[in-house]
């Protein structure tokens, strides 16, 4: 019998590539929006006729192409973006397989313009089902235009397949939202049977998501950052009562490139886990950057599947940071530009009836003894006024004690929140700490659960502790101040100064006053309960440092920051003995705690370790 396999012709091979590539009007409108970024790009236009049946067309201002390089584009497998097989692992454009022009060329009408901008003349092409029918030096504009007309013109099956103009409008919306919304710094304009969509500028990312989704989604976004080392996060996690029945806002940017992850989309639900309603999808707009030699986008033709090398560290950086923003945005609605009274109460407890206040007093605990490791109250008594010898981590929990039965807007929330068996976190494992405490390192606190051991960090701990204290006190705008017998006169830069104007009315509701507040001089009669004096110009200035090293551009960071930093300034060191009341007090004050799972920074406050894992241990 004679031989019977031959090569197909290149203009079918062409048409079954474009059986994957192009499905429908939308997926022309993303490979030509991604070869304008590649080309960088910084203002595209977008032009659909008819919802792309009629037209789909993208001019950018980008670095355009040589006579040569225009005609070779629309070859298969021509690309400029790789040139070896390790470089697939190395990808910083959007295209790769060189297969795009040639594709949409073999099932339609193209017309491509382009110009490089040493060059005076540019180049047109015509080309139809794969065959050119013109080439010409034309007269254009430094960049690219290309215009595709009568889509899947030779395949009237695709063409009868596709939907309403509703429905493919739709989809071109939705991916022209994609590649703009990854892409902030570059202007776009999309206009639709000669009437405009959209038009948004180059702008910051907070802006695009604003411009796309309209301006009231400005005061629904929490804003989500996280660095580490393997994956940067940044973007917003939308506020849970704002949550939708679609998953219509819910945006994976890795490298800037949108993507789908069911896995990833499970970190964040079970972030927002307890403050949904049952059927609601939270939105998220988050760029995830990591290394591209960790990804592998190859795995899917249409490119919105990648594959990630370690999943499961990502999965819980993720859910930690959306969780960690959260957490800021329930301790502290009124930062949000709104208050509810009802988010006051955090969530965790909020369909469980009140416990009594179990407060536990010491009756023999005499702060004024002199108990060894009181390592600070010697900086307390060099500094002046001071008048009594406490450590300044201890001042801060004798105040609420003594005030825990008359006033409910002091600390003593804090203990109210900590009896223990209302703690989820021990709802199985009750947590025993009496007398099960102890110290090691003068720097953890080890105590032991039902189910096994707890080794807390004291000082992320107390960090963790402090700083839900003073967020809750900025957000209830109450805090209890004590007065000063001798107001304190600081000295600071013009700029400094400026800073801490900025920051005076969350700074009052920690419990600071200002008598005097000029470039000149700074005059300080109150300070929030529990800080020492000698502390008050070292918390201003690790503030100051703060807010220059991190710019807060909204009311909601810069209050995080004020107390993230004041934590940072008041915490208790590593080094410094406590007595087990202190640390009990400690346990205690962390599980009440929103957060305590985590650091201010987000580091992790405590470990457990199971019994099993002691056990196995011993094998
Ligand atoms: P790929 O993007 O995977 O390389 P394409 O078929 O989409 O494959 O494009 C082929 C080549 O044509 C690109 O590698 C690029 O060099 C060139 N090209 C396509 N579109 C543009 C554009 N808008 N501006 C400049 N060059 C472009
Ligand atoms: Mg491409």
Not at 11 to 29: F, K, L, M, T
Not at 364 to 373: L, W
Not at 405 to 426: H, L, W
Not at 572 to 583: A, D, F, H, R, V
Request: hydrophobic share 35%.
């Amino acid at each position: 019998m004679s031989d019977i396999i031959q090569l197909l012709p290149d203009h079918v091979a062409n048409q079954i590539a474009a059986g994957e590539v192009v499905q429908r009007p939308a997926s022309v409108v993303k490979e030509l929006l991604e070869n304008a970024i590649d080309a960088n790009a910084t203002e595209i236009k977008l032009i659909i006729k008819d919802a792309g049946k009629t037209l789909v067309q993208v001019i950018d201002n980008g670095k355009g192409m040589s006579v040569t390089d225009a005609r070779l584009s629309f070859e298969r497998h021509a690309t400029s973006k790789i040139k070896a097989a390790e470089d697939l692992f190395q990808l910083n454009t959007k295209g790769f397989r060189g297969e795009a022009l040639a594709s949409i060329a073999a099932i339609a009408h193209v017309e491509l313009k382009t110009k490089q901008d040493d060059d005076d003349l540019g180049t047109a092409i015509v080309i139809e089902g794969s065959e050119v029918k013109s080439q010409d030096v034309f007269v254009t504009p430094t960049g690219t235009s290309v215009a595709v007309k009568h889509l899947f013109f030779n395949i009237p099956a695709r063409r009868n397949f596709l939907k309403s103009d509703t429905v493919e409008l739709r989809h071109i919306t939705d991916e022209f939202h994609r590649v703009s919304l990854a892409h902030p710094n570059i202007a776009f304009a999309f206009y639709h049977n000669g009437s405009d969509l959209f038009n948004v500028p180059q702008e910051n990312y907070r802006q695009r998501v604003v411009h796309i989704f309209g301006t009231k989604t400005n005061e629904k976004l929490v804003p989500v950052e996280e660095e580490t080392e393997v994956l940067k996060i940044s973007g917003f996690v939308g506020k849970p009562n704002f949550s939708k029945k679609t998953k219509s806002e819910q945006f994976f940017f890795v490298n800037q490139r949108f993507i789908k992850s069911p896995y990833l989309n499970h970190a964040i639900k079970s972030a927002f886990e307890g403050l949904l309603k049952d059927g609601y999808h939270p939105s998220y707009f988050l760029n995830l950057t990591v290394d591209p030699k960790s990804i592998d986008i190859n795995i899917h033709p249409t490119k919105t599947e990648i594959k990630f090398d370690d999943e499961h560290t990502l999965y819980a950086i993720l859910r930690s940071a959306v969780k960690h923003s959260l957490g800021q945005f329930n301790i502290a609605p009124v930062l949000d530009f709104e208050h509810q009274s009802s988010l006051n109460t955090p969530y965790n407890y909020k369909d469980k009836s009140a416990a009594a206040p179990a407060i536990e007093v010491d009756r023999n605990f005499n702060p004024f003894s002199n108990e060894p490791g009181h390592s600070r109250q010697k900086v307390s008594n060099n500094s002046g006024f001071t008048s009594a010898p406490k450590s300044s981590w201890e001042s801060l929990y004798v105040g609420l004690e003594s005030k825990s039965n008359t006033s409910q807007s002091d600390f003593s929330e804090v203990t109210f929140e900590s009896d223990s068996k209302n703690t989820s976190i021990f709802s199985d494992s009750t947590i025993e700490t009496k007398k099960t405490t102890f110290q090691l390192q003068q720097k953890f606190i080890v105590s032991t659960l039902k189910s096994g051991m707890l080794v807390i960090d004291q000082n992320r701990a107390h960090q963790r502790i402090l700083y839900e204290n003073f967020l809750r006190h900025i957000t209830i705008k109450e805090a209890t101040s004590q007065q000063l017998l001798f107001p304190l006169q600081l000295h600071f830069t013009p700029n400094e100064t400026k800073i801490i104007e900025e920051l005076k009315a969350d700074l009052e509701h920690t419990g600071f006053v200002f008598s005097e507040l000029t470039a000149k001089e700074i005059r300080i009669t109150g300070v929030p309960v529990g800080v020492p004096e000698s502390e008050v110009s070292i918390i201003l200035e690790q503030l100051i440092s703060d807010v220059e090293n991190d710019v807060p551009d909204t009311n909601f960071s810069a209050a995080d920051l004020l107390a993230k930093s004041m934590a940072k300034s008041l915490a208790i060191k590593n080094g410094q003995s406590l007595n087990s009341t202190e640390q009990e007090h400690m346990v205690n004050s962390l599980f009440a705690c929103k957060e305590p799972n985590v650091s201010p920074t987000n580091r992790p406050t405590f470990i457990t370790m199971a019994v099993d894992d002691i056990e196995k241990k011993f094998m």
